[in-house]
């Protein structure tokens, strides 16, 4: 019984880990995005 827990919890961690990880993502996007914009209204 400990161990289904165990498990399902480290499977829960995961998928809190990776939805943390896919906003820090579209964060990092979105600088990136706001970075190559200002650059390309730099160049022209």
């Known amino acids: ?12 961690d995961k998928k ?3 939805i943390i990880e896919g906003k820090i993502k579209i964060v990092n996007d979105k600088k990136i ?3 190559h914009l200002f650059f390309l ?3 022209f």
Do not use: A, D, P, W
Request: aromatic fraction near 14%; glycine fraction near 4%; avoid cysteine.
């Open 1 to 12: 019984m400990l161990s289904v827990f165990s498990e399902l919890k480290n499977e829960y």
């Open 16 to 18: 809190i880990i990776y």
């Open 33 to 35: 995005q706001r970075k």
């Open 41 to 43: 209204g730099v160049s």
